[in-house]
């Protein structure tokens, strides 16, 4: 099995070929430190699976996986392997094969590996709790009319004044039902819910 290997710390890097390439049937034919240099690679070495960090300086770890996909008949598979439990059903929808922790034991590091490349779906226990969330978070924050009207003013660049007069509200309302739409996105600034409500398709253009 033919790996490659992604993340931004050297010595990261190290330890994860120390702890693979100990297994006969396990070969790292490559190294990269950011998503690009990932997508570059595996065009190059036609790995059979990319064990991937997340959050890398230049192209993330998310665009490198729909990258990776993109890659046609010769395409890896993708194992995320990082620090944070919070991006599991973004990478999972973008292609990856499963989704690790990185304080995973070798043990356990070595099986994911095995089982992504047959082909079946790896997720480490500690993110199915979080996975389960954030599949169910759609249904629960569904915005009201009020709310997407409110929202889709202010991902046009207006100030909560400008909405208000837009609506023929108060600037209190307006207020209000920002704060009911980062509660209902689970973010926590006026960027960010803008950046969510498009990932999830509630506002188009």
């Known amino acids: 099995?033919?790996?490659?290997?992604?993340?931004?710390?050297?010595?990261?890097?190290?330890?994860?070929?120390?702890?693979?390439?100990?297994?006969?049937?396990?070969?790292?034919?490559?190294?990269?430190?950011?998503?690009?240099?990932?997508?570059?690679?595996?065009?190059?070495?036609?790995?059979?699976?990319?064990?991937l960090d997340l959050r890398m300086p230049g192209m993330d770890g998310v665009t490198a996986i729909r990258e990776l996909r993109a890659l046609g008949p010769a395409a890896p598979r993708v194992l995320v392997l990082t620090t944070f439990d919070t991006d599991v059903l973004t990478a999972l929808e973008a292609g990856a094969a499963g989704y690790l922790l990185k304080d995973a034991p070798a043990h356990e590091l070595v099986r994911a590996v095995r089982a992504a490349v047959r082909g079946e779906t790896v997720l480490a226990p500690a993110v199915v709790g979080r996975l389960a969330e954030q599949v169910r978070k759609p249904a629960r924050g569904a915005l009201s009319p009020r709310e997407l009207e409110v929202l889709r003013l202010v991902a046009g660049g207006a100030t909560n004044q400008q909405a208000a007069a837009r609506l023929f509200i108060s600037q209190a309302s307006v207020k209000t039902h920002l704060l009911h739409v980062y509660a209902k996105l689970d973010v926590h600034d006026r960027a960010a819910a803008v950046a969510e409500a498009y990932r999830r398709g509630l506002l188009t253009g």
């Open 1 to 51: 099995m033919r790996l490659l290997l992604v993340d931004d710390h050297p010595i990261v890097r190290d330890g994860l070929r120390a702890a693979l390439d100990a297994e006969p049937d396990l070969e790292v034919v490559g190294e990269a430190s950011d998503g690009a240099g990932a997508v570059r690679l595996a065009a190059e070495l036609t790995p059979d699976l990319v064990l």
